[in-house]
């Protein structure tokens, strides 16, 4: 395993061309918003009048001024990787890597046998909600605390180890505030000393940065198919993984389960709480427990304030302000890469799903390329199968090879967007686990009968 000691600068990051899903740079382009209109400019009111190009860069400048810029430099990974157990063909590493300078992240790395004699596309898994779990509940090493023993498999919390057996090499990481993340004397989920630290900036943000660095992890690895790199969450993983794959063009394909995507201003603070919540909790405050979660779970949770956008407040407070762009944005800003989402059909109702996915469908269905924005006719081009698909109409329909990517131009990114519903309630079930790897296995060119 390689491991990366160079910290490139922002100026140097962009000259580098290395593979992504169009042949993009390494750096993330859309993180550092090189052509993005200046702080505070406002988003169009009448989005159809702009080509779609200038509209995502407006859209992408409406939630930075929510989420706060990212870090402009890029330090080095100074990666730490340890060899921890060999189990059922699953090769376990615990890896932590340099997010920022003096914050690390923590991370199980779950490597198929399979992957040791090619190049295997790699998915990051992000956890939902746990008491201190972190990774372990994705890796399948507990349930939503560390002393819980895993939860049932048709709950699906162990996503990260049910993908690595298909074959994929799978990094389920710790968010910041859980697992290995908390600080000393800090309790799981509470984000008030990140804002005491970070004032301008969002958990949310912060959250993306980490997978950035993840990717970055990712590509050190000579086992990983570097252009296939897939990023899937649930509940809270879920929602963020829409955020990441928005704001990372190196992610071939998003996956957000049950993820809440609406921002609830009618009924809810949970965006952004009360100011009271901004400040941070020391050791021998008085503990607090909700006792709904209490009531839910069994047991008291002992954790803070998850603030997930800090100057979101004002549209909390003031219920006349209309934020400037919603999650319907936020899946238009993920093509022409394919964008699956996951809901129980009453999160349907909840989130307001199926209407946002419908808005930003058009975005897919007429995708036509554009400079600095990822090629879609290049990307099925460069996926495995093409090969099969230029062979079957050549000699089945004697077609010139060379029609084919005006026929695929003519598709845009119409199949890239997806919606899948299934009974019950929030969890991540048998059934919503076999479409997630059947989905991946097409967009990532992943064979595993081949390989497994």
């Given at each position: 395993?390689?491991q990366?000691?160079?910290a490139?600068?922002?100026?140097q990051l962009?000259?580098?061309?290395?593979?992504?899903l169009?042949?993009?740079?390494?750096?993330p382009?859309s993180l550092?918003?090189?052509?993005?209109?200046?702080?505070?400019?406002?988003?169009?009111t009448?989005?159809?009048?702009?080509?779609w190009?200038?509209?995502?860069?407006q859209?992408?400048?409406?939630f930075l001024?929510?989420l706060g810029?990212?870090?402009?430099?890029i330090?080095?990974?100074?990666?730490?990787?340890k060899?921890?157990?060999?189990?059922d063909?699953?090769?376990?590493?615990?890896?932590?890597?340099?997010?920022?300078?003096?914050?690390?992240?923590t991370?199980?790395?779950?490597?198929?046998?399979?992957?040791?004699?090619?190049?295997?596309?790699?998915?990051i898994?992000i956890?939902?909600t746990?008491?201190?779990a972190?990774k372990?509940?994705?890796a399948?090493?507990s349930?939503r605390?560390?002393?819980?023993?895993?939860?049932?498999?048709?709950v699906?919390?162990?996503s990260g180890?049910?993908?690595?057996?298909?074959?994929y090499?799978?990094l389920?990481?710790d968010l910041l505030?859980?697992g290995?993340?908390i600080?000393?004397?800090g309790?799981?989920?509470?984000?008030?000393?990140f804002y005491e630290k970070n004032?301008?900036?969002?958990?949310i943000?912060?959250?993306i940065?980490?997978v950035?660095?993840?990717?970055?992890?990712l590509?050190t690895?000579d086992?990983?198919?570097?252009?296939h790199?897939g990023?899937?969450?649930?509940?809270?993983?879920?929602?963020?993984?829409?955020?990441?794959?928005?704001?990372?063009d190196?992610?071939t394909?998003?996956?957000?389960?049950?993820?809440?995507l609406?921002?609830h201003?009618d009924?809810?603070?949970?965006?952004s709480?009360?100011?009271?919540s901004?400040?941070?909790?020391?050791?021998?405050?008085?503990?607090?427990?909700?006792?709904e979660?209490?009531r839910r779970f069994?047991?008291?949770t002992?954790?803070g304030?998850?603030?997930?956008?800090?100057?979101f407040r004002?549209?909390?407070d003031d219920k006349?302000?209309?934020?400037p762009?919603?999650?319907?944005?936020?899946?238009?800003?993920?093509?022409?890469?394919?964008?699956?989402?996951?809901?129980s059909?009453?999160e349907?109702y909840?989130?307001?799903?199926?209407?946002?996915?419908l808005?930003?469908?058009?975005i897919f269905?007429?995708?036509?390329d554009?400079?600095?924005?990822?090629?879609a006719?290049?990307a099925r081009?460069?996926r495995?199968?093409?090969?099969k698909?230029?062979?079957?109409?050549?000699?089945q329909h004697?077609?010139?090879?060379?029609?084919m990517?005006?026929?695929?131009?003519?598709?845009?990114?119409?199949?890239c967007?997806?919606w899948?519903?299934?009974?019950g309630?929030?969890a991540?079930?048998?059934?919503?686990r076999?479409?997630?790897?059947?989905?991946?296995d097409?967009?990532?060119?992943?064979?595993?009968?081949?390989?497994?």
């Amino acid at each position: 395993m390689q491991q990366d000691r160079r910290a490139p600068s922002r100026r140097q990051l962009l000259q580098l061309g290395l593979p992504t899903l169009a042949g993009a740079a390494l750096a993330p382009q859309s993180l550092l918003a090189v052509d993005a209109p200046a702080a505070g400019a406002s988003v169009a009111t009448k989005p159809a009048e702009l080509p779609w190009p200038e509209r995502r860069k407006q859209i992408e400048r409406g939630f930075l001024d929510l989420l706060g810029e990212f870090p402009q430099e890029i330090p080095a990974l100074e990666t730490v990787i340890k060899k921890v157990a060999e189990e059922d063909g699953i090769t376990r590493y615990h890896v932590s890597f340099q997010a920022e300078p003096g914050d690390r992240v923590t991370a199980w790395l779950l490597v198929p046998k399979a992957a040791e004699t090619k190049p295997t596309p790699a998915i990051i898994v992000i956890h939902s909600t746990t008491w201190g779990a972190g990774k372990n509940s994705t890796a399948g090493l507990s349930g939503r605390r560390l002393q819980d023993p895993p939860t049932h498999p048709d709950v699906g919390r162990a996503s990260g180890l049910e993908l690595a057996k298909h074959g994929y090499v799978v990094l389920c990481i710790d968010l910041l505030t859980d697992g290995e993340r908390i600080p000393p004397g800090g309790r799981v989920m509470d984000t008030r000393w990140f804002y005491e630290k970070n004032p301008e900036w969002s958990i949310i943000g912060k959250n993306i940065w980490d997978v950035s660095r993840s990717i970055d992890f990712l590509h050190t690895l000579d086992f990983v198919d570097k252009p296939h790199i897939g990023v899937i969450g649930w509940s809270l993983g879920g929602h963020q993984a829409l955020f990441c794959g928005a704001f990372d063009d190196r992610i071939t394909a998003t996956v957000s389960n049950g993820g809440v995507l609406d921002w609830h201003l009618d009924n809810s603070d949970a965006w952004s709480r009360k100011p009271a919540s901004w400040t941070p909790w020391k050791l021998g405050d008085p503990e607090t427990s909700s006792k709904e979660i209490e009531r839910r779970f069994g047991f008291k949770t002992n954790s803070g304030p998850y603030i997930y956008i800090k100057k979101f407040r004002k549209y909390v407070d003031d219920k006349t302000l209309t934020p400037p762009v919603d999650f319907d944005d936020l899946m238009a800003m993920v093509a022409p890469r394919p964008l699956l989402i996951i809901s129980s059909e009453q999160e349907f109702y909840r989130h307001r799903v199926l209407p946002k996915c419908l808005k930003a469908l058009p975005i897919f269905l007429n995708w036509q390329d554009a400079p600095g924005l990822p090629s879609a006719v290049l990307a099925r081009q460069q996926r495995l199968g093409y090969d099969k698909t230029l062979e079957y109409y050549q000699t089945q329909h004697r077609m010139d090879p060379k029609k084919m990517p005006d026929m695929l131009r003519q598709l845009g990114a119409g199949d890239c967007l997806s919606w899948f519903s299934f009974p019950g309630g929030h969890a991540y079930p048998p059934v919503a686990r076999r479409y997630t790897e059947a989905w991946y296995d097409r967009w990532l060119g992943f064979e595993p009968s081949a390989t497994t």
